[in-house]
């Protein structure tokens, strides 16, 4: 009798169950407090996990049907889902936040929707060794070249109005974690009147940059040992510094949501249609085009042709690797076939210390002349440092090992020199990153490559890549969709300065 | 005095309405249901969209107009008079500079034309609370240099970009209220570093800022002649929030 109670007390638990049943009496523990008691019985329990089941094998059954029926896209063969389209009409090898910005711009201008086909490669999913979430993020206007003050002011009213651009109906807003506090650069004598000829340069574009003496500096920020210093350039707005990652998942996600293919792979080969025409002194150029990429999927032999008709290089350090393997760089030594891609990687490290009494929260991005720098991060005492190295002293650039002897000889002096309150600090931690380092003149490369009909070069900003994203997105989406730059004319930066060796250095301080 | 603490209603009515303006799925209550049904559709459809994405740029159209460039009025009746337009147009307030008397612009927008009498006079208070005013805006304002109060008390559009570019009145401005405002962060509370003139600093109520106990200990530090006014911030620590769960918990049991 017993038994049946259960039973039926296990038939009226299960949902939807038509079964009349008289209500039982429930078995009372001696604390006064319900328990269903457990049968040990198997009938039940088999019975039990068929209805759960059962809820789950409609659903496959339900699948399965629409499945069968016209108008699905299943297919007996089954497709590899990471794989790219198989044509696409823009393909932008590198997804760092120049690649993305180009392809948010680019959706942005097509006339229709739908306009470009769009496909982002981009090799490390992890961005483990990506210069964008390595970098230190800053953004400032104090350069010497009128393009590149523009391109970081035009960058600086991007993310003043991020949320404009790159806001979605149903996310939360942008939030770059924007920190205004300037950058400071120091000259010494013999340098002092290069940042003067560079403040009326910044002042005649529009940056909002001041030049405060020794005294002033002191009165400004008690904390600077002015010894040696003979000028300071502040920077008063548009100047700080913010967190890269927030900025390349913000273009990314307002990227997608336009339509832009993303797609996990690398690079590995190109098909190219050759022209080959005969100079009037004899010599043979090889013109060629682009015709398809071969997309290697990561960890894998599997791969997928893309015809495309632009390619776009902002592979960052990665980019000479990229142009050597369409030729660039092996042609006869004087000719242009035998120039190639000026861009490799160069390590930086960068240095998180804590020093309890270090400057407040109004420290800028400090520069000195020596080329130690350092800025605030966060509000608990901590900085990042670091130094650019010498040319004779540039680490090994096959991994990402930080030398921490480095920050002992070559940034710790100079940090104690300049703030006497860095004797007395810690290194936390460190990491290092990729510059992607033109060796030409240390500025960005933007344009057609002379020999390849269709791709568009948008790499080597050593340093500057980041803070100058927005601007160049834009730049490179007028030259893919107008033929040419439409709101900052860029034309100093095209690759034809490496051709007539005509370099556009920075004449900066450091 | 009564005037002022009606329209000091009217504004917070309309900053509540401008704060339920972003649909985030962050904030402490979920959307309405009618929200919640055009996000649904959105998701779906093109159409809906497109239609949605217009409004918002239609009402950022119309800020924007709010904040244009008085260009035509500097033309013909001089930076401070354009100034003082400026101001009124956006309900705002303010006093020049040897006078006594504030001119102020009611609910409805309507202000008396007597200000045009005074010609060339700098203005030295400037009471711009609850309204509108944002980046764009701030360029109206940048002629006054001898600006001595600015009151930025629950602007919408106040954030970080717009205290950077305060640096313009580094030298005159000795006191400024940034409170409420929603949308003010560390990093801006960085840049009013250039104000060194700052003698009153009003930031309390700051929901952007994370930990407000250390923001203000280190503003006290970066600007020591200043007196900072920071209420209405709960500085109890979190760990006695835990403590009373576990209680709670155990009772239970």
Sequence with gaps: MSAWRRLRVKLRSVPGFLVSIRPTQRHTSPYGRLTLCRSLSTGSHLRNEFFKDLEAQLAAFRKKAADALPGSSW????????????????????????????????????MVRGGVRVVVVEKDPTYSQASTVLSAGGIRQQFSLLENIHLSLASADFMRNINEHLGLLNEDPVDLQFNQSGYLFLANEEVAHIME???????????????????????KFPW????????????????????PWTLLNAFRRKAISMGVIQCYGEVTDFKCTTNVLRTSSGDTVDLKRI?????????????QPVECAIVVNAAGAFSGKLTEMLGIGSGPKDSIAGIPLPVEPRKRYVYVVHCPDGPGLDTPFLIDYSGVYFRREGLGGNYIAGVSPEEAEEPDTSNLE?????????????????????????????WAGFYDYNTFDQNGIIGIHPLINNMYLATGFSGHGLQHSPAVGRAVAELILDGNFKTIDLSNFSFRRILTQEPMLEKNIV | MMNSLHRCCQRSALLLHVARRCWSSSSASPPPLHTRLLLFLTQRFYDVEMLLSWRSQLTRNQLQKKNAYYGYTQRFYGLDIASAYFILSLK?????????????????????????????????????????IN???????????????????????????????????????????????????????????????????????????????????????????????????????????????????????
């Excluded at chain 1, 393909?91 to 180009?102: A, F």
């Excluded at chain 1, 940056?207 to 020794?214: I, R």
């Design chain 1, 197 to 219: 000829e560079n403040y009326s340069t910044q002042r005649y574009a529009g940056a909002k940059v001041s030049l405060l003496s020794p005294t002033q500096l002191k009165q």
């Design chain 2, 92 to 132: 705002g307030g303010f006093r020049f500079a040897g006078q006594s008397e504030w001119f102020y612009a009611d609910q409805k927008g309507k202000f008396s034309w007597d200000f045009l009498n005074h010609k060339d006079t700098p203005l030295e208070e400037v009471d711009m609370s609850y309204t509108v």
């Design chain 1, 75 to 110: 297919s007996p063969l089954q497709i590899n889902p990471n794989l790219p389209p198989e044509r696409a009409d823009i393909v932008i090898v590198g997804g760092g936040v120049v690649g993305w910005s180009i392809a948010y711009w680019l959706k942005q201008k097509e």
């Design chain 1, 402 to 430: 930080v030398d921490h002897q480095f920050f002992e000889e070559r940034v710790w002096p100079g940090l104690a020199h300049r703030v006497p309150a860095f004797e007395k600090l810690k290194v936390t931690s460190a």
């Design chain 1, 291 to 303: 015709g398809s990429v071969k997309v290697q999927m990561p960890n894998s032999l599997e791969y």
């Design chain 2, 135 to 253: 980046y764009r805006g701030l360029c109206n304002l940048e002629s006054q240099r001898s600006l001595r109060t600015l009151k930025l008390r629950g602007c919408p559009e106040v954030d970080d970009w717009f205290l950077a570019r305060l640096h313009v009145f580094q030298d005159s401005l000795e006191e400024l209220d940034i409170s409420h405002c929603p949308r003010i962060t560390t990093g801006g509370l960085a840049a009013l570093r250039n104000l060194k003139g700052l003698k009153r600093l009003d930031v309390s109520s700051l929901p952007g800022i994370s930990s407000p106990g250390l923001v203000i200990i280190l503003l006290e530090e970066m600007l020591p002649q200043c007196q900072i006014t920071a209420t209405g911030y709960d500085y109890n620590l979190n760990e006695a929030e835990g403590e009373e769960e576990e209680e709670h918990m155990q009772r239970q049991r």
């Design chain 1, 224 to 243: 600077v040992n002015t010894d040696g210093v003979v000028l300071a350039s502040y920077g008063l707005e548009n100047e700080g510094w913010f967190d």
